[in-house]
């Protein structure tokens, strides 16, 4: 197996995309250690924005070969509500209050960045590794859904992956991006967006090139990548995951 | 079983020979489309087929024979050794951008990184459509950023010529899409290829398109072998939501 004897961190991996990005460098022989923000399973439980608790992960997790920072989403999960519903309909500048901003930017890039600050040092030393970060085709098309909160929390994502692609190069050590379209995970399903008709569900659908929604395991499979001798001189892209929606700048 | 079709493969030491053996590697059988013939004995079990694939009639008589296509690997490119006439006389010397270039470069190189994309795809797509695939063609950071004038081994109009392929690979993308088929593209930076030596062997360092090795953060030109798995990686499942998309694999050295 292509991974064996390999190290990962996957953050928010109770569900979706984190859960798939699990199983699948489980798959490929690679030595994972899952976080979350609520308890599931064996995950290890840490609120990526708390750089104390970030700490803690980082005794457990020792020096990883990959960071997958997987963990964010358009609405902020709490300590106390772990899994908080997502919004009905489209979310417009007016309705976004400073906290809420806050917290999206907090769940989204800080927490990021947290992680990086944490585990790079450790990679550096070791003069390998590879990060790969979570963005969002809302941060490079723009949204009329998520709001503005969270398109410019992945904005910043991007900014964040180049910077550190530089910074982090001569160590040896790659930065990616990875940003998904629409993937239908559990959560997004649940939410109902782009079903609120048959024929709309079928003009969304329409409107992809490939004719149909992303699963969690497409986005697995470009984690995987970015992991193996394939990633080895990819580093400071942001890889459009979308089944064509939106190419790109 | 699969077959692929890979171009610019016969070459030593470049990234469609890696492409061509790894993609056999993995089962397919593989035709091989090139002028270089020297180059066929190295590729056993693959079909090496001579042919110019910026002459749209030699690609149309080429895929007459070619009954299947699952892969569609467009590697052929450069700015020198690309027609009948250079295929063995080494890299040009000099600086030729798109203000210095002769008519018969930019005809010559548009012709070999553009124009044979179009015709492969065109010829394979019928093809692909029939039960799907991955068609990935290879642009280059000249894209992104242009050829620095001064710097030899490259030049304008394949800068030029590459930013094309982008665009190719988006319209590919739309078109084929509903039938299942993804084009992607990859741009590579500086690799170590057969070609890279033989640039390096004639001009003083940091001369070469490459320019000085510190321009790239991560402190080292990629390798072929990189470069193929890449490629390789945009033809397997594990892209299977990927279309119109390039991919830069150039140590950082320019993020899009």
Known sequence: ?249 | MKTAVVTGAAKPESIGHEVAVRLQKEGMQVVVLDLYEEGFSSLPGCRCVKCDVSDPGEVGKAFDSIKQVDVLVNCVGGSWEITRDDLRAGPRRGFRGLTNCSLEDWNAIRGANLDSVFYCCRAAAPLLKKQGGAVVNVSSVAARKGIPPGAEGSSGPYAVAKAGVMGLTRQLALELGSAGVRVNCVAPGVIASGRLKKVQAITPQGAGPEGPLKQIPMGRVGTVAETAALIVALCSDDTSYLTGVTIDVNGASYAA
């Not at chain 1, 924005?49 to 989403?73: C, M, Q, S």
């Not at chain 1, 989204?108 to 963005?135: D, E, W, Y």
């Not at chain 1, 982090?168 to 379209?181: E, R, Y």
């Open chain 1, 1 to 249: 197996m292509r991974l064996e004897g390999r190290k990962a961190l996957v953050t928010g991996a109770a569900s979706g995309i984190g859960a798939a990005v699990r199983k699948r460098l489980q798959a490929d022989g690679a030595q994972v250690f899952a976080t979350d923000i609520h308890q599931s399973g064996d995950l290890i439980v840490a609120d990526l924005t708390d750089a104390d608790h970030i700490e803690e992960l980082a005794a457990k997790v020792g020096t990883p070969d990959f960071v997958i920072n997987v963990a964010g989403g358009p609405v902020a999960p709490t300590r106390k509500n772990t899994l908080p519903d997502m919004p009905k309909g489209a979310l417009v500048l007016e309705d976004i209050d400073e906290l809420q901003w806050a917290a999206v930017i907090a769940a989204n890039l800080t927490s990021a960045f947290l992680v990086c600050r944490q585990f790079a040092p450790r990679m550096k030393a070791r003069k390998s590794g590879r990060i790969v970060n979570f963005a969002s085709i809302a941060a490079r098309r723009g949204s009329d859904r998520v709001g503005v909160h969270y398109a410019a929390a992945k904005g910043g994502i991007i900014a964040l992956t180049k910077t550190l692609a530089l910074e982090l190069g001569p160590f040896g050590i790659t930065v990616n991006a990875i940003a998904p379209g629409f993937i239908a995970t559990p959560r997004i399903e649940q939410s109902g967006w782009g079903r609120s008709s048959p024929q709309a569900h079928r003009a969304f659908l329409e409107a992809i090139p490939l004719r149909r929604a992303g699963k969690p395991d497409d986005i697995a499979g470009v984690v995987a990548m970015l992991c193996s001798e394939a990633g080895g001189y990819v580093s400071g892209a942001t890889i459009d995951v979308n089944g064509g929606l939106y190419f790109g700048p």
